[in-house]
């Protein structure tokens, strides 16, 4: 969380991965004033810095991100905007320092009111929160060519002060998974990021777009790839359960991936 005096708070979720395709380190930004960002780092071993460039937005500003940690336990930030013209508009800089025995530990944030007011789109997300079991089997398809089934554990909280559902999901054979949903007010439309741990099956990790069906009770997300390849994953809700089914298919209406699924919740809904 960010804390300005005199403005409101902005809590952010960021995510980093290094992307072996292209020899890059990716980092996804989400921020609960509605803003997103996707940029790629590049890590300078000798200054001990991470440097990103992100493409410019509507009104053609882009910022130059720098991470220096060159000093131990230390990370000194900055962000310098310019305009169309390369001209710095704006600055931003700070420094984040590692809190005592937590090297190895994911941050937990207090629990305090965020102020944020959530809209009606914010909370059809709630239905989500909790802990589920899930059973799923992946029937035979281009890209598995043997049926399989399994199960996992998924546990759904609440981020950005009440504007992003993350789900942390862990297999029974080890691998995991996380996916973030959130609704743009801009676009006026559900947003939805899925990062695997099983890159043989995934490539990417993608960007879904999302509608809610209150007549079904169904979420449906849906992304076509620069390759022609179009993704369509659904969330059937019932009373403390959910079915969920993911298909891909080729340009050609193939089906290369197949996965279905039942979820039962294990524990109470909690309070968003």
């Not at 019932?238 to 089914?245: A, I, L």
Request: no cysteine.
């Amino acid at each position: 969380m960010i804390h300005n005096a005199g403005s409101s708070d902005i809590w952010i979720t960021t995510l980093f991965s290094f992307d072996t395709d292209k020899q890059k380190y990716r980092v996804w930004t989400f921020a609960s004033n509605g803003s997103t960002g996707q940029p790629e780092m590049t890590w300078n071993a000798t200054s001990k810095t991470m440097t990103s460039v992100s493409p410019p937005d509507m009104n053609g500003i882009r910022s130059t991100n720098t991470a220096d940690f060159s000093t131990p336990r230390k990370e000194r930030w900055k962000f310098r905007y310019t305009d169309r013209d390369g001209q710095q508009v704006g600055e931003m800089s700070g420094v984040n320092t590692l809190r005592k025995d937590d090297a190895a530990k994911p941050a937990v944030l207090p629990n305090v009111k965020s102020g944020i007011e959530r809209s009606a789109e914010d909370k059809q997300l709630d239905r989500f929160l909790g802990t589920w079991k899930t059973e799923y089997r992946v029937p035979k398809a281009e890209w598995t060519p043997e049926e399989k089934s399994g199960s996992a554990t998924m546990a759904f909280s609440i981020e950005l002060g009440g504007k992003l559902v993350r789900e942390r999901t862990k297999h029974a054979d080890g691998t995991e998974n996380t996916f973030l949903m959130l609704f743009d007010a801009n676009k006026k439309q559900y947003r939805a990021w899925w990062f695997s741990s099983a890159a043989e099956f995934t490539g990417q990790p993608n960007n879904s777009t999302g509608q809610w069906d209150d007549v079904a009770k169904a979420f449906t997300w849906k992304l076509t790839d620069p390759n022609g390849f179009a993704s369509t994953a659904q969330h059937r809700f019932g009373n403390d359960k959910f079915d969920w089914t993911v298909l891909v298919e080729n340009p050609q209406k193939v089906a290369m991936f197949r996965m279905e699924g039942n979820s039962v919740r294990v524990n109470d809904k909690p309070k968003p």
